[in-house]
């Protein structure tokens, strides 16, 4: 029995030792492996953040163009807005200022149309007078020109009228020294 206690381990510790052996070969170039493919891994991984740096890098340098393009045309746009913006207040101001002078002035015509008015009315009633006037005034001359042809037929009676007075005076004054 004694032998069964020493031949039995013995035969566990060669199977072991021929695992062992087999494992520990194995062991080592897996482990080396792994390492090696641990390695690939970690360099294949740099080499992938080289590469996604490099397209961060590149993406941020393309989108940092693309906002100053855009930070550009915004800048363009605010600008044209701007302008358009004083463009407008300065036409508003102008078409205010303009309206202002056109009522002053449309007040001022308004005045000088009330006293033209005034004044055609008082030309108008002054023509009215003069033309009454002149009517009156064509009238009587031709009244005075009438009356100057009876005062001349009335003159020429009343000479007549002498001349055959002092024919009779004459006459009577030769029949008195006749008689």
Do not use: C
């Given at each position: 029995?004694?032998?069964?206690?020493?031949?039995?381990?013995?035969?566990?510790?060669?199977?072991?030792?021929?695992?062992?052996?087999?494992?520990?070969?194995?062991?080592?170039a897996?482990?080396?492996?792994?390492?090696?493919?641990?390695?690939?891994?970690?360099?294949?991984?740099?080499?992938?953040?080289?590469?996604?740096?490099?397209?961060?890098?590149?993406?941020?340098?393309?989108?940092?163009?693309?906002?100053?393009?855009?930070?550009?045309?915004k800048?363009?746009?605010?600008?044209?807005?701007k302008?358009?913006?004083?463009?407008?207040?300065?036409?508003?101001?102008?078409?205010?200022?303009?309206?202002?002078?056109?009522?002053e002035?449309?007040?001022?015509?308004?005045?000088?149309?009330?006293?033209?008015?005034?004044a055609?009315?008082?030309?108008?009633?002054?023509?009215?007078?003069?033309?009454?006037?002149?009517?009156?005034?064509?009238?009587?001359l031709?009244?005075?020109?009438?009356?100057?042809?009876?005062?001349?037929?009335?003159?020429?009676?009343?000479?007549?009228?002498?001349?055959?007075?002092a024919?009779?005076?004459?006459?009577?004054?030769?029949?008195?020294?006749?008689?």
């Amino acid at each position: 029995m004694n032998k069964a206690y020493l031949i039995f381990p013995l035969i566990g510790l060669l199977i072991f030792g021929g695992f062992y052996l087999s494992f520990s070969n194995g062991y080592e170039a897996r482990l080396a492996a792994v390492k090696v493919a641990a390695e690939n891994v970690k360099k294949e991984k740099a080499k992938q953040q080289i590469l996604d740096r490099e397209k961060a890098i590149a993406a941020a340098i393309e989108a940092s163009k693309i906002r100053a393009v855009e930070r550009a045309e915004k800048e363009r746009l605010e600008e044209l807005k701007k302008t358009a913006r004083q463009e407008a207040d300065d036409l508003r101001q102008r078409t205010y200022e303009e309206r202002k002078r056109l009522r002053e002035q449309s007040d001022r015509l308004k005045k000088d149309f009330v006293e033209v008015k005034a004044a055609v009315e008082k030309a108008t009633e002054e023509k009215k007078k003069h033309v009454e006037e002149e009517t009156f005034l064509k009238n009587y001359l031709k009244q005075a020109e009438a009356n100057v042809g009876y005062y001349y037929n009335l003159l020429e009676k009343i000479n007549a009228a002498e001349v055959a007075r002092a024919e009779a005076a004459r006459i009577a004054a030769a029949a008195a020294k006749k008689s």
